[in-house]
């Protein structure tokens, strides 16, 4: 029969698992928004966003009640300090879904403009990325965790360098301004999903090797 420890650890890994399955769902939801053309509404995002920010909170009371009531050992340590971490940055992601959506709503010609910026390649990267993140947590595959940091730096050039080129569209035809400074925006925002998915694997890492490691030294090493 099972501890209470041990039911308790067994009740997060669970918990951690819902919350990345919607946060992953919200993501490839704010994709959809953003390819898609104007009318998509995104119905299920707000009552996706609710749920997380409830089970971000379970997460929390669960791990405090670990800490109040059990003597966890260090591997059980390890990964009750990576859940609540991993928790805050899965819970920002869904956060910053939303936000695209939003500012998706305010993109005319979408289509026109992916097309020209690269978007649907970063947007199958940032959905990559966010499958990855989700299955590292799962199977605690090491080769995923460095495929995150990988995909991290590729997101970031691409949006880096498709900024680039919408600010100069821009400035050489005002009727773009406001659906560029909107996309820019998203871009941001998906840049910062990366980020807060190689914040994700790295709890993963230290979790499995009781070692903190960035994401610029993992990869270094790597090479």
Known sequence: ?????????????????????????QVFEAMKAL????????????KIENKIDKLDIKIEDICQGIFALQQPVASDLRFIMSAMQMSNEIERIGDLAVSIIKK???INKKH??????NIPEIA?????????TN????????????????????????????????????KSNSKTIVS???????LK???????????IAESVYFMINAKIIKHDKFIGKSE
């Open 180 to 186: 560029g400074t909107n996309l820019v925006m998203v």
């Open 104 to 106: 998706a709503k305010n």
């Open 112 to 117: 026109d403009l992916a097309s020209k910026f």
């Open 135 to 170: 299955g590292c947590f799962q199977t605690l595959n090491e080769n995923n965790i460095g495929e995150i940091f990988i995909l991290n730096n590729s997101i970031k050039h691409k949006s880096s360098e498709a900024i680039h080129l919408i600010i100069a569209e821009m």
């Open 35 to 46: 390819l898609s053309e104007p009318g998509f509404e995104g119905k299920e995002v707000k």
């Open 189 to 199: 925002h998906i840049e910062r999903i990366a980020e807060h998915c190689t914040n």
């Open 124 to 132: 199958r990267e940032i959905e990559t990325i966010t499958l990855k």
């Open 1 to 25: 029969m099972a501890s209470l420890l041990e039911t308790e650890l067994a009740k997060l890994r669970s918990t951690i698992i819902e919350i990345n399955n919607l946060a992953e769902a």
